[in-house]
């Protein structure tokens, strides 16, 4: 049994000490933060985030009984500047939760499963200071996108809609518009992420990437005003909310070519190791699917080294390849043609629409989209 140290209880944070916890070390969860605690987020929780957290035994039935918001999600809407979209229905279902009750979920969850928690804030510097590296056999850095490489930002605000004013199919369907005032890998969101009390609470945000933001010369909040002035659905919602929380901002750390997850012996997860998808933003799944396999490359090595050497194999196997796929589909949509053309695939070719939709919501590796689109 190693004494483990976790710096960040988010998903990615929570996850790793879920399985170290049950596979018998003892493992402090150290957060600057108490919980229950927002982060700033879509909320999307896709398919594939759903099929990672029930590796924590937490179940969609759990989700309808435990989480105090949320919305299921039967459809992806994908659409370019108004002017093509295409809706598909999908039979496996994911969900909308807002973050302040998604990861209170992980956090009950890493603590029944016998992790410890701290109250404290962690600056790298600091570690050896505050004698973390003394008093812990393993330390994990799960402190998210500023631990990590920032290369994108993106905004969202809470807007609240009675249902009656909305048509019933945007009840449960997540939307991702492509804007030209966005750049061609920005994109905008329409997600519903509860519904009671006869209203529905909509998630609406932009991402861009910052390559692209700083060729755009406009600060991000300019953008989302932008991007709710042309999109002709967000207008349309715009004027009828009864009421709405002012937009928030903050910075994403997707994947990157040549990742490194180790940092000498410290082992670095979810957005602190840059995991996030480079094409959609998501970061949930691979933030907890890292904690799974950062507690497996301690539990199957003999030595420090062994591990840190571990978890970088077990990366570059389990994540690395599908990430660079995205990076390949994000350079081929530099021509901004591209957009257009994938969503004219979807509506000729059911088989391409369900691929794409399912890559959306990560159950579908990229490779396997981008080899559909050559037959
Ligand atoms: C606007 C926006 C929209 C997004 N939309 C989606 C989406 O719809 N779906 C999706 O899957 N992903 C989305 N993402 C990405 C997703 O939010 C992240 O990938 C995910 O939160 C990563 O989880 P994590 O556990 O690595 O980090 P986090 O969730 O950020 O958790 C890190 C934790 O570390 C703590 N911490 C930070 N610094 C310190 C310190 N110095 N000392 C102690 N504790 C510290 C924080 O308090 C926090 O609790 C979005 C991101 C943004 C910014």
Redesign the pocket.
């Known amino acids: 049994m190693s004494k483990i140290a976790i710096?960040?209880?988010?998903?990615?944070?929570?996850s790793a000490g879920y399985h170290l916890a049950r596979s018998g070390h003892d493992v402090t969860l150290?957060?600057?933060?108490a919980f229950p605690?927002d982060?700033?987020?879509?909320?999307?929780?896709?398919i594939e985030?759903i099929q990672a957290i029930s590796m924590m035994g937490i179940y969609p039935h759990d989700i309808k009984k435990l989480a105090l918001e949320y919305a299921p999600i039967h459809h992806f809407f994908l659409g370019v500047s108004n002017q093509i979209g295409h809706s598909e229905q999908t039979n496996l279902e994911a969900y909308?939760i807002p973050?302040v009750v998604f990861?209170q979920l992980l956090y009950e969850r890493a603590m029944d499963a016998g992790c410890h928690f701290l109250t404290?804030?962690?600056?790298k510097n600091d570690w050896h200071r505050q004698g973390l590296d003394d008093a812990f056999d393993t330390i994990i850095d799960?402190?998210?996108?500023?631990?990590g490489e920032v290369n994108a930002i993106?905004?969202?605000a809470y807007w609240t809609l009675k249902q009656q004013d909305l048509p019933e199919s945007v009840l449960n369907e997540a939307q991702i518009h492509f804007d030209r005032s966005l750049g061609v890998n920005g994109y905008g969101?329409i997600?519903p992420v509860s519904t009671q009390h006869d209203l529905i609470k909509l998630n609406v945000?932009v991402?861009v990437w910052l390559d692209e933001y700083q060729k755009l010369n406009i600060n991000v909040i300019q953008l989302f005003k932008q991007f709710i002035q042309n999109n002709q659905t967000a207008q349309q919602m715009l004027s009828k909310v009864v009421s709405q929380q002012p937009p928030k901002v903050?910075?994403?750390?997707t994947a990157k070519k040549g990742n490194k997850v180790t940092d000498g012996r410290i082992l670095k997860?979810?957005?602190?190791a840059n995991?996030?998808d480079p094409l959609t933003?998501?970061?949930?799944?691979?933030?907890v699917l890292s904690g799974f396999h950062v507690a497996q490359a301690i539990n199957m090595s003999r030595t420090a080294d062994q591990v840190a050497e571990n978890w970088q194999y077990l990366y570059e196997s389990h994540f690395e390849a599908d990430l660079r796929a995205g990076l390949r589909i994000k350079a081929l949509r530099k021509f901004s043609f591209m957009n257009y053309l994938l969503i004219w695939l979807m509506k000729q070719n059911p088989r391409v629409a369900q691929q794409v939709s399912h890559a959306v919501a990560g159950v579908v590796p990229y490779n396997e989209v981008l080899a559909s689109l050559k037959y």
Do not use: M
């Not at 710096?7 to 929570?14: E, I, R």
């Not at 997860?269 to 602190?272: E, K, L, M, S, V």
């Open positions: 710096v960040g209880a988010g998903p990615a944070g929570c150290i957060d600057k933060q605690r982060k700033v987020c879509g909320d999307g929780v896709s985030s909308c973050r990861d404290q804030t962690v600056h799960a402190r998210g996108v500023y631990a993106a905004i969202r969101w997600f945000g991402g903050f910075p994403l750390a997860i979810g957005d602190a995991l996030t933003g998501e970061g949930i799944a691979n933030a």
